[in-house]
Nanobody, 119 residues
Framework: QIQLVESGGGLVQAGGSLRLSCVAS????????MGWWRQLPGSSRELVVT???????NYADSMKDRFTISGDRAKGTVYLQMDNLRPDETAVYYC?????????????WGQGTQVTVSS
């Protein structure tokens, strides 16, 4: 089992920056990927970026030049630096983790943190 706690959301003006943090607890030795998804108002959840602890990243195209993911597997942490934010990126941002134990893969979601970008 993995528990995820996000922090760092809030209100920012267009063009500003925020840094989201996520800390995993529980069986963090089984972590293989962590990442961020978001849900815009009235929309389904969409990928922001995923990060594997061997250094591979997968960014959504619209964010790869402005968002940066980093993390530390030993600590079970992942961060998302978001720069030059736009009002249409107002959303709830979720930390997501994937674990593998034996042949079983599991996915875990945090409770989400609200990011509001004002124009």
């Amino acid at each position: 089992q993995i528990q995820l706690v996000e922090s760092g959301g809030g209100l920012v003006q267009a063009g500003g920056s925020l840094r989201l943090s996520c800390v995993a607890s529980g069986s963090i030795s089984s972590l293989v990927t962590m990442g961020w998804w978001r849900q815009l108002p009235g929309s389904s959840r969409e990928l922001v970026v995923t990060f594997t602890y061997d250094g591979k990243t997968n960014y959504a195209d619209s964010m790869k030049d402005r968002f940066t993911i980093s993390g530390d597997r030993a600590k079970g942490t992942v961060y998302l630096q978001m720069d030059n934010l736009r009002p249409d990126e107002t959303a709830v941002y979720y930390c997501v983790a994937t674990t593998i134990r034996g042949v079983t893969a599991s996915q875990y979601w945090g409770q989400g943190t609200q990011v509001t970008v004002s124009s």
